[in-house]
């Protein structure tokens, strides 16, 4: 048992990967034993669960340690050019495409390539990645000649790869390439006896950063932590913990300082238990259920607008028709207008009929705005929320000409 510790103690030092929960320990077992090989690894695991830090950890325990680790977030990039950002151009091969350009895997030759969110490539962008995977070489686009590359392939999603197989959406050859070996990110909620450790890390590192005093949490502080859900796992956490210290700087951190962060922080899709909420619901499906309600919301006061300016446009004022002849709800309302704008109960689309003047963009804009707001412009949980793609979100924001207000 103290054998077991002080080799768990080691590991987590050795990696820089706190933790040691069955979860964790398993997980640093099998970094230490594929890190030094070149074999490629897909990490999987919730957003905010430590899937860089596990692929960093891999690329600096490894032999090419001292050459590039380029990090590729695949669900930023816009299909159209990923192919070009990946495995570079040749001049003339497109539009704009005036000198030659290297791409990803040119650039970390010797190193590691980092593939996050590769469940968001294109179809048949993973064709390519495959032939990389298998054979080391690429074809540059617009390129007949192709190039070879030593470059070590770490893969992430927090998606199911999986479902996406299922779907269609995720190419089966490439997902059984990739899944051989498999490092599983556990949730933090799925291993809470590390909290405490994770909790008293990021707080005295804090605390040494910003030169301020930190005493510690009292037992009843562990204890509320352990208990909330942290949907946003290790980042959620750390960013809580450094806001309170700053904030609180001085004394030992007691529970009804916690409670106060995590009331102010919470949402109801949290699950925090201190709201009373419905515990039956996995997060990515009470995160939905919140925009539908959003969108519903937004259905009913375009409908209230609406019905605002017809009353406002049909009020007899002035007008021959008398008091008694007007009916708002039949001259100006027909009935499957009105019905709409209270059918809550079902999550029907959009019903363009209703929404009158409104053009489906802008009704999209208004729901991707009200989104981001909700999500703290985390572009990667609006997108989760709605359905939608991480990069066909960047590409709305861009088109609708979407910012963040300050
Ligand atoms: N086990 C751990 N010990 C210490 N710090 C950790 C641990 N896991 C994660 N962190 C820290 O938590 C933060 C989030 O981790 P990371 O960026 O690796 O998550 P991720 O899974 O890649 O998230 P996303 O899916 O959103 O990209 C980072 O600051 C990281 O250093
Ligand atoms: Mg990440």
């Known amino acids: ?129 495959l032939r990389v995977l298998e054979q080391g070489e690429f074809l540059p686009v617009g390129s007949s000649k192709s190039m070879r590359v030593d470059v070590r392939i770490v893969a992430a999603s927090n998606r199911n790869l999986e479902k996406e197989v299922d779907a269609g959406t995720f190419r089966k050859d490439l997902y059984y390439r990739l899944k051989a070996i498999t490092i599983t990110v556990p949730s933090l909620r799925n291993r809470r006896e590390d909290i405490a450790i994770l909790a008293n890390k990021f707080a005295s590192d804090c605390a040494i950063r910003n030169q301020i005093l930190f005493k510690g949490f009292s037992e009843g502080a562990y204890k509320v932590m352990s208990q909330n859900r942290w949907p946003g796992n290790i980042r959620e956490l750390k960013n809580f913990i450094e806001s309170m210290v700053i904030l609180e700087k001085g004394g030992v951190i007691k529970t009804d300082v916690i409670y106060r962060y995590l009331n102010a922080e919470s949402t109801p899709t949290e699950l925090n238990p201190l709201l009373p909420v419905k515990l039956d619901k996995n997060v990515d499906q009470a995160e939905r259920e919140l925009i539908l309600q959003q969108l519903f919301m937004l259905r009913r006061e375009i409908a209230e607008m609406k019905e605002i300016m017809a009353r406002g446009l049909a009020t007899p004022r002035g007008s021959e028709a008398s008091a008694d002849e007007y009916n708002p709800d039949l001259e100006v309302l027909p009935d499957d207008h009105v019905h709409e704008a209270h059918a809550e109960e079902s999550p029907a689309i959009l019903n363009p009929q209703m929404l009158g003047n409104l053009t489906a963009a802008q009704v999209e804009k208004e729901l991707i705005l009200r989104s981001l707001e909700r999500f703290n412009y985390n572009k990667r949980k609006t997108a989760l929320a709605l359905q939608m793609a991480e990069r066909t979100l960047y590409r709305k924001i861009k088109d609708y000409g979407i910012a963040k207000e300050n």
């Open 1 to 129: 048992m103290y054998f077991e510790n002080n080799r768990n103690d080691a590991l987590q030092n050795k990696f820089g990967i706190l933790g040691k929960s069955a979860g964790v320990q398993a997980m640093l077992e099998t970094i230490e034993q594929v890190a030094p090989t070149d074999i490629s690894v897909l990490i999987a695991g919730e957003s905010g669960s430590g899937k860089e830090l596990v692929a960093a950890a891999l690329h600096k325990h490894s032999k090419r340690s001292h050459k590039p680790f380029i990090i590729v977030n695949c669900g930023a990039i816009p299909a159209g050019i990923i192919e070009s950002e990946l495995f570079g151009h040749k001049k003339g091969s497109f539009t704009g495409a005036q000198i030659d350009r290297k791409g990803y895997f040119q650039s970390a030759d010797g190193g590691t390539i980092f593939l996050d969110e590769i469940g968001e490539t294109p179809l048949g962008t993973q064709v390519k990645l």
